[in-house]
């Protein structure tokens, strides 16, 4: 089943207990993002303890809830333009807001998932995978319909082998 609009919407607020994504990708374009990515590149910075926004909220929210939200990005340094504007605007305030946000580099080494794709794992039960055209522009979700194992297995090693992030960005 393809996800969009409400529906896409619907599956990220209704998850019971973890949301948890695999992301692969240098470079995500997203349009919504031009003012902030605009801002980046003019050398404005936001301090992740101080910032708000309605994706930090929910994070808080959630976490008072007792639930878990959380990702591993895979990348290979030197890492893209996108991905040092994401870390600086997103991954540091999202962390403090209390996603658990991992860092799998794999340049010095093989990539133990090589091959797999963006994917949303939802209760660890229900996924959700992300289509991306090459430049990074998200071209569609589709519910994946079997056995979830696959991509259990996917979230252990991406976990295993990866970094909290503050500890990648030093801080």
Do not use: C
Request: net charge negative.
């Amino acid at each position: 089943m393809l996800l969009d609009g409400e529906n896409w919407r619907a599956v990220l607020r209704g998850f019971r207990s973890e949301a948890w994504r695999l992301e692969t990708l240098p470079r995500y374009t997203v349009p919504q993002e031009a003012e902030e990515l605009a801002a980046f590149r003019a050398g404005k910075r936001v301090d992740p303890r101080a910032y708000s926004s309605p994706y930090t909220e929910d994070l808080k929210r959630l976490r008072r809830e007792g639930k878990k939200k959380g990702r591993v990005h895979i990348v290979t340094r030197p890492l893209s333009e996108y991905l040092r504007f994401e870390f600086s605007r997103y991954y540091a305030p999202h962390v403090a807001a209390g996603e658990d946000i991992r860092i799998l580099d794999v340049t010095d080494r093989d990539n133990p998932l090589p091959g797999v794709q963006d994917f949303w794992l939802f209760d660890r039960s229900r996924v959700v995978l992300m289509r991306y055209r090459e430049d990074g522009t998200q071209i569609g979700r589709e519910t994946y319909d079997d056995d979830p194992a696959p991509f259990l297995e996917h979230q252990r090693i991406a976990v295993a082998e990866s970094v909290p992030f503050l500890e990648y960005a030093g801080e």
